[in-house]
């Protein structure tokens, strides 16, 4: 199904790079990468609500060892990670879009994930990919799918430096609720 834009063109895709796309793809695209960004945090957060809220009731994962519910993971998930790491950065990029409809995308975005082990001594660097599908339903755009490709991972020691030099002045990261973007996004 083609989706005409402000421009008279179809819907902008991976088939079609450097098309203009119209007002309704560029709020879409919005929303979709707003929703990216907000799963990224949920995870480093260790906020299972957050991971809810992108995610419509429905939708489904898969994690390699966990396939099933999205809602369910994200409980499961929390727990897997407080218990495993001290901190986790999952960063995205190079997100593409390809809109089958006004209502409907699939994604595909690289994931560079760092995960700092308790012993705060080594960190796993995940490389890889997530294949996303999302659905817009009375105008909210959520996830409905999310499948997780690793290119590639590798565990690193660690030198801490958080507590000297020029670095001991500054705030701390933490996944719990003292983490100061909670506040300072209250």
Known sequence: MSVKNKVGGKMSN???PGLVPGVTELQARSAIADLLNHH???LDR???VGLKAVYWPSATVDYGGFKGLAHDFADIVMG???GQ?????????NTVFNFSSEVA???ESYVFAKHLLLD???EMVFSGRYL???EQRAGVWKMTFRRVVMDWSRRLAVTDERQGGSFAALTKGSNQKTDPSWTHLA
């Open 40 to 42: 990224s945090r949920a």
């Open 105 to 107: 995308c699939s994604t």
């Open 85 to 93: 790491y001290e901190l986790t950065q999952h960063r995205v990029s």
């Open 46 to 48: 260790v906020d299972a």
């Open 80 to 82: 897997a990670l407080a």
């Open 14 to 16: 991976d088939v079609n």
């Open 120 to 122: 705060g001594q080594s």
């Open 132 to 134: 996303d599908q999302f």
